[in-house]
């Protein structure tokens, strides 16, 4: 083996090691929700509501253990200015699966690919109502169809609805860089990636709440780790 070559790819690992970097933590609901309601319409329909045995519940909060607050875009918001990163190559998929989507809340980076995709036997036809991005609203009237999308610029909680099906919505958030996350059912959150160790603004979204809604704070990435917890409030 070549040694220079040997030693050169340890190098490399090395650096790949240094830079990665985490940020968890948790997003809590403060407030009472009201409570998920049955969406009637889907078992009414004629085409989707045989595609489910039990109640079909909104979404709009859902909260988990301990007021866990579970679709809530987390991300870095302040720190990495003059910084350019590629657009993540992996194409995040929304799919759309008993007359709902899922998921429900997702996040892709401005100018990376992601796919909406029809698993139903029934046309649906996508609507994205963006304020700064190109909207667009089109069929898909094939099982199994899948296209690819791209928002060019950041923009939070993007909406997609089905003007076949009103109960039909999805929010896309649209990040300027690849560190983000949405929370879990618990509320739960992993940022991860090649970020350095530094300072960093990190702010917490749920399109419900809106931009007036979201809470940030400055965190400290060190030694490739960071914690965070943020509080949501509902007014
Ligand atoms: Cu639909």
Not at 3 to 26: D, R
Not at 152 to 177: F, I, Q, R, T
Not at 193 to 201: H, N, R, V
Not at 210 to 227: H, L, N
């Amino acid at each position: 083996m070549n040694t220079t070559l040997a030693f050169v790819s340890t190098l490399a690992a090395t650096a790949l090691v240094a830079n990665a970097g985490e940020i968890s933590g948790k997003v809590t609901l403060k407030g009472t929700p009201p409570p998920a309601q049955a969406i009637a319409a889907v078992k009414a329909d004629a085409n989707c509501g045989k595609f489910h045995d039990t109640d079909v519940m909104s979404r709009t909060f859902v909260v988990g253990a301990d007021s866990g607050l579970a679709n809530v875009v987390v991300y870095i918001k302040g720190g990495l200015e003059g910084k350019a990163f590629p657009a993540p190559v992996e194409k995040p998929l929304i799919d759309q699966k008993g007359c709902m989507y899922e998921p429900y809340v997702s996040a892709v980076m401005a100018g990376q690919t992601f796919q909406l995709q029809n698993s139903d036997p029934v046309m649906h036809n996508i609507m994205a109502t963006p304020k700064l991005n190109k909207g667009f609203n089109f069929a898909q009237a094939t099982p199994g169809q899948v296209n690819d999308k791209v928002f060019d610029k950041p923009e939070l909680g993007v909406k997609l609805a089905c003007s076949v099906h009103p109960w039909m919505v999805a929010y896309v958030s649209v990040l300027e860089n690849p560190f983000f996350a949405v929370t879990d059912k618990d509320g739960k959150f992993v940022i991860k990636g090649e970020l350095p160790d530094g300072k960093y603004t990190v702010e917490a979204f749920h399109q419900k709440l809106g931009a007036a809604g979201a809470v940030s704070q400055e965190i400290e990435v060190k030694g490739g780790k960071a914690t965070a917890a943020f509080t949501l409030e509902l007014k």
